[in-house]
């Protein structure tokens, strides 16, 4: 933070689930408009479910409303890298990243660093890399983001990040690259004496749950949409049920055939099961997009940004065209501004002598590495800013978890 920027609440996009904010960081859009509106999905168009745990996430289709930026990146003449980044190991617009690596979550933080460093430091270098680490969202789901537990997690990645950094200078692109580090979503404690369970309203066999608490997604049998509604409109005074077209406009989460007749979301620290035994998580996220304790932190360092700069908020859709500014890409049209994030930037900075001179050091690093950047989707900070789940444990359960694992 004394090097760089830190921003301290990033506004990230609903449902504050790990695909579509992922999606949201590479795209600048909103879930309704990139198409990957929740980790579980049904397109009754094309008649095909998605899954984050299935291999139907590796369909296309799903990803093709939008183009994320290692695609831009590349067709505008550039090489990207990605290790385990959401989506990067799935082939979209017919194109792959340039160098990728297939989603294995027993692949180290360690390893991942070396393969983007490797290809940052090729003969062909790439000059956008992309990185995504599992923890503190995959602990703070079983223990809860209040358990004591979770100060190690946190030091574990403290630990992590400090063999980033001394990688990176190793490998003398510390002060050339710029690096950033965020994440998709923060995390609420649960707790078993707040559970909602809609057994106790409403009759399964007349609905198909298509995404899971805290924001239920429900498809209705046939001709029952009005009977289910009306069944759970006012069941429980910590459930807000809408109608999709009833979806508040603010929420941007109502255009899209993925998003379902009914949605159910719960407020904070609630959970909505069909019944007490379906499986609980003590941490969880997806909560309304307005919730401080939903929103990721951002940091960021490198010869492109000002030192020792705080700020208060920016949107998640910000990042994409901020991106795009870095590596000198036109963006394609998105949801975010990179007026809402220039003050970030040494380009912005007041012109007094010191910071010109700060101005031609960056200008000169410009000219060879041609904007290089390092996304490092992770989170570092306190307990509440959590990440996305990959818990191999809870496989076989709803919530989050891992995708297929495609090497053995
Ligand atoms: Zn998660």
Same mark, same amino acid.
């Given at each position: ?8 609440? #990033? ?55 939008? /183009? ?21 190991? #799935? ?73 980033? #950094? ?34 106790? /309203?409403?009759?399964?066999?007349? /609905? ?78 997806? /909560? ?121």
């Amino acid at each position: 933070m004394k090097d760089g920027v830190h921003v301290e609440q #990033v506004t990230n996009v609903f449902i504050t689930k790990t695909y579509p904010n992922h999606y949201t960081m590479v795209t600048g859009l909103y879930a309704e408009d990139h198409g990957i509106v929740a980790n579980e999905m049904y397109d009754p168009v094309l008649n095909e479910t998605f899954s984050m745990n299935h291999m139907t996430m590796y369909n296309p289709k799903f990803w093709e409303h939008a /183009y994320p930026v290692w695609i831009t990146n590349q067709i505008q003449g550039h090489r990207s890298g990605a290790a385990m980044w959401p989506g990067t190991d #799935v082939k979209i617009h017919g194109a792959f990243p340039t160098h990728y690596l297939l989603y294995n979550e027993s692949v180290s933080f360690q390893e991942r660093v070396a393969k983007l460093i490797e290809w940052f430091t090729s003969e062909e270098p790439i000059n956008l890399g992309l990185l995504y680490w599992e923890q503190p969202d995959e602990m703070g789901h079983i223990l809860g983001p209040d358990d004591p537990g979770m100060e190690l997690v946190i030091m574990e990645i403290d630990n992590l990040l400090s063999h980033l #950094v001394r990688e990176l200078k190793r490998a003398e692109l510390w002060d050339t690259l710029n690096v950033i580090i965020t994440s998709d979503h923060g995390m609420a404690q649960s707790s078993r004496d707040r559970i909602i369970e809609l057994d106790q /309203y409403v009759d399964r066999d007349l /609905y198909m749950m298509i995404d899971h608490s805290p924001d239920v997604a429900i498809l209705p049998a046939e001709g029952k949409l009005d009977e289910v509604y009306n069944a759970l409109v006012k069941a429980h005074p910590h459930m807000t049920v809408y109608k999709k077209e009833d979806i508040p406009s603010r929420l941007h989460y109502r255009h899209s055939t993925r998003i379902q007749p009914i949605l159910a979301v719960a407020d904070e620290g609630w959970e909505i099961l069909q019944n007490k035994s379906d499986h609980f998580n003590l941490g969880n996220h997806g /909560y309304d997009n307005t919730l401080p304790d939903m929103h990721p932190i951002f940091l960021a360092h490198g010869p492109a940004f000002r030192k020792n700069i705080s700020k208060q908020a920016m949107n998640s859709t910000d990042l994409y065209p901020l991106l795009c500014h870095l590596l000198g890409l036109e963006p394609l049209p998105s949801n975010g501004s990179l007026d809402n994030v220039k003050d970030l930037l040494v380009s912005a900075a007041p012109k007094e002598p010191q910071d010109r001179s700060r101005q031609e050091s960056y200008a000169r690093f410009f000219g060879v590495f041609l904007g290089s950047v390092l996304v490092i989707g992770f989170l570092v900070v306190f307990i509440k800013y959590l990440t996305r789940s990959q818990v191999s444990a809870l496989r076989d359960q709803h919530g989050e978890i891992a995708q297929p694992l495609l090497q053995s």
